[in-house]
């Protein structure tokens, strides 16, 4: 073929780099229509998404100014972006500014004022828009990459809430290679990010297809040695026997060990059933659910990864059933004697695993006879990627690339080391990445002679992720492994139909681009109705409106009703009858009431929808006592109620000390029990919790309130914090450590401990004793003389007193 020096066209653009973006049509074209309305942008992997956003990204802020926020679902995601943009932009490196959890929030808010440019990942987007730190009113253009992730409770969800509500000059491109499976699945995520437009690329478009290459995709059947199956075998046995337990409970239809993932669930949800109705059949059940599952784990393993992934698996199981409060499953799994062989074979396996015989071959072809530069082998195992780089490394320069969450006997990867691991591979430094899914979305791997699939991807999202990593810039290969007559056989016919309805929904999609926005146009106009409704309602015309002015109260009376606590306008206590205190300053208007909300508490929605109310401002601290403050004297502890009752039978700190912290540094401190079932859990008795309860009011002068649920807590939280501030003038005000306990507490706290008898009858104890000296050498008979220590509690503290010490068992 004939050669030529001639560059190929560029952009140019007075925000972007001379010569540095090569002209492509259809790169220009979508970003035309997503630089003029909120725009779901749909191209294959690897053929640069990234740069449409940039070119928005560019037009905006010369044209409109203010500050770009770019989006990414993973730390190395966020990195490449900047570098990116700081290459490619006019703007200097150090107002291209990265937000991550390893930036401070102090520094994090610090840089927002500065940047013009913020690459962040979206927890920590959502959790500085919840405490305050940053604004999105000056933000001109927001970017979701990988975009199909918001769904449910995913972070990108509430920040497009907030950026549509907030921002002056709000404008939103998402981006994926893969929206979703079907046309529902698109329209929640178009829904949930304000997305109006949609454009589709496809490689069968002609301005796409010159940049692409054929990724036909070839399937290696292998089978596994009759050792291996006998270790299968082994364990379904017991896995069939336990379903047996299941069938008899009347939870499980079937004995066969390879059920469907949808069949575990109904059957776990037809235990949770029986639990909540509080029958020892659903407990019961539930312990054997759990170790059906993780038989079927074992299973897996065996049968799809290597027996050497078993082997670790089988070793951390042993590991947990010997830890304190080992669950019931572990125990079970590891002393059954059946899997206690399988553990022996497992242990004596001595072959190569044919998988990792294949890969071998397969590489070697790829590396030494083809003359290739660069593989990639993707697994779902951590463990078989520790392995699988241990024994390649034999033969090839390999390297592994994982997520950074370290677990038993695996150390995770931090963000520099990803970084410098991907920097490495796309400079040559070596041929082979082994690489679990932290790789499949977006990260900018470069093209690779061979995607070799250790085993079959059950989703179209990851499959399709995953091959856009070859085929881009010459003919690349994607092989799958596939162990026949095992689950990757099962997951080999789910890849196929997904990939197929994958195809199908994105060349649909294409065609219905226009249906799709006219729905969310509707959707848009629904909720505009919805709103005007709500604005009519609350204008007064609720004939039915508690404390309604316009009707109950026709003789004028002066007393207050129901709706002027709900205004927070009741009188105080501590004002009642006080005729020289004068009466509260309410704040001015457009003042905020302030909640403090410890950032722990982003587990629970409770802080993000408290966020969303105009009236009030919500700061994220880690508090030393309490979740929430709500002024200078009121500090709140939220429970559930599985958490209340767990902190008075056990844990590390018990709800009496947080109490005892609570109310050493604030005057009202108040419990808020969060759910149904208070007196459902766990084997207490209801007596036992409330005598908790009066404790907590009586001897630690704490309030203790009931609520429904989280969305019943936030009302609450907002009502009290609005009596607070605006009725009684208060300020809010952090204070209190946990800091040393008194001599007294920490006496306390030995005697509490013995038996798990609690600090009520710890004090007790001690008021009759004098010291923890005299408690631990007291009888039985003289126990009992101190008020609230009965025959059983002082045998149960005599008997940990007074046994010999064993050790773990």
């Known amino acids: 073929m004939a050669t030529t020096d001639e560059e190929p066209p560029s952009i140019e653009h007075p925000l972007l780099e001379s010569n540095f973006l090569e002209r492509r049509l259809y790169q220009l074209k979508l970003a035309g229509t997503a630089a003029n309305d909120h725009t779901l942008v749909c191209l294959p992997t690897g053929l640069g998404k990234t740069t449409v956003s940039l070119l928005v990204t560019a037009r905006r802020l010369d044209e409109v100014g203010g500050t770009s926020l770019m989006l990414a679902p993973t730390k190395p995601l966020v990195q490449q972006h900047a570098d990116f943009y700081r290459e490619a932009l006019r703007i200097p490196d150090d107002e291209i500014v990265v937000f991550t959890g390893d930036v401070s929030p102090e520094d994090r808010a610090a840089l927002w004022e500065e940047a013009t440019v913020v690459m962040a990942t979206p927890q920590v987007i959502e959790n500085d828009l919840v405490g305050s730190r940053i604004s999105l009113a000056d933000v001109t253009h927001l970017t979701f990459d990988e975009c199909h992730r918001a769904t449910g409770e995913y972070a990108y969800n509430y920040i497009a809430e907030r950026y549509h509500a907030d921002a002056r000059e709000p404008l939103v491109t998402g981006m994926s290679a893969s929206p979703g499976g079907d046309e529902e699945a698109i329209l929640e995520v178009c829904e949930n990010l304000g997305l109006h437009e949609v454009e589709v690329m496809t490689e069968e478009d002609a301005d796409v297809a010159e940049f692409t290459h054929d990724t036909d995709v070839e399937w290696e059947r292998i089978d596994l040695p009759d050792e291996v199956l006998e270790i299968r075998d082994a364990i379904n046995e017991v896995i069939r026997e336990r379903l047996e337990h299941l069938k008899e ?15 575990l669930n109904r059957m776990r949800a037809e235990l949770q059933k029986l639990m909540n109705n509080d029958q020892s059949e659903g407990y019961e059940g539930m312990s054997i659910h759990a170790e059906v599952m993780k038989l079927r784990q074992a299973v897996t393993l065996v049968e799809t990864q290597s027996v050497e992934a078993l082997r670790r698996y089988f070793e951390r199981q042993r590991n947990q059933a010997r830890s304190s409060g080992a669950s019931k499953a572990s125990q079970r799994l590891v002393s059954d004697p059946r899997i206690r062989e399988a553990m ?84 040559g430094e070596f041929e082979v990445l082994v690489s679990t899914s ?79 926005e006219d729905e969310l146009d509707g959707a848009q106009q629904a909720l505009s109705d919805f709103d005007a409704e709500q604005a009519t309602t609350s ?45 509260p300053v309410p704040h001015a208007d457009g003042d905020a009431i302030e909640i403090v909300a410890d950032q722990r508490e982003m587990d629970a929605n409770i802080a993000r929808d408290l966020s969303r109310r105009d009236e009030i401002e919500v700061r994220l601290e880690t508090l030393e006592v309490g979740d929430y403050v709500l002024s200078d004297r009121v500090v709140v502890e939220r429970k559930s109620v599985a958490d209340f009752v767990d902190s008075l039978v056990g844990g590390d700190r018990s709800v009496f000390e947080q109490v005892r912290a609570m109310a050493r540094h604030y005057s009202r401190p108040i419990v808020i029990v969060e759910g149904d079932g208070l007196y459902e859990q766990r084997d207490v008795h209801p007596n036992a919790i409330r005598g908790a309860l009066s404790s907590l009011a009586v001897d630690f002068g704490a309030s203790v309130l009931r609520t429904e649920g989280e969305a019943d807590t936030t009302e609450l939280l907002a009502v009290i914090a609005g009596r607070e501030q605006d009725v009684s003038s208060r300020e809010v005000s952090v204070h209190g450590e946990k800091g040393a306990k008194t001599l007294g507490e920490q006496q306390e706290y030995v005697v509490s401990s013995i038996a798990e008898i609690g600090p009520v009858t710890a004090r007790s104890l001690l008021d009759e004793f004098g010291t923890v000296e005299a408690v631990m050498i007291a009888s039985e008979d003289e126990l009992q003389e101190a008020d609230g220590v009965g025959q059983v509690t002082a045998e149960r503290i005599r008997d940990v007193i007074g046994s010999e010490y064993t050790g773990p068992s």
């Open 539 to 583: 204008a007064g015309t609720d004939p039915d409106a508690v404390g309604d002015s316009s009707s109950g109260n026709e003789g004028g009376s002066a007393r207050p009703g129901l709706q002027d606590f709900a205004d927070g306008e009741g009188e105080t206590a501590e004002n009642e009858g006080d005729e020289d205190v004068e009466p």
């Open 249 to 263: 409970l009347g939870v499980a239809a079937s004995t066969q060990p390879d059920q469907s993932q949808k069949d």
């Open 438 to 516: 932290v790789a499949e979305e977006g990260l900018d791997v470069p093209e690779v002679d061979l995607v070799l699939f250790y085993e079959p991807v059950p989703t179209a999202i990851r499959s399709i992720q995953r091959k856009g990593r070859t085929g881009r810039q010459s003919e690349g290969r994607v092989v799958v492994l596939m162990a026949e007559n095992t689950r990757d056989e099962a997951y080999f016919w789910i890849s196929r139909r997904r990939e197929k309805e994958m195809e199908s929904e994105l060349r649909e999609l294409k065609g219905m681009a226009d249906e799709l």
């Open 344 to 427: 022996r074979r497992a242990e004596g396996f001595d072959q190569l695993h044919p998988k990792y015989r294949k890969t071998r071959v397969l590489l070697a072809e790829t590396l030494g006879l083809e003359g290739g530069e660069r593989v990639i082998v993707f697994t779902e195992s951590r463990d078989t990627a520790e392995a699988l780089t241990d024994f390649l490394c034999e033969s090839f320069d390999a390297r592994r690339f994982v997520g950074q969450g370290d677990r038993e006997g695996s150390d995770g990867m931090t963000q520099n080391q990803q970084q410098e691991v991907l920097n490495d591979f796309r400079a």
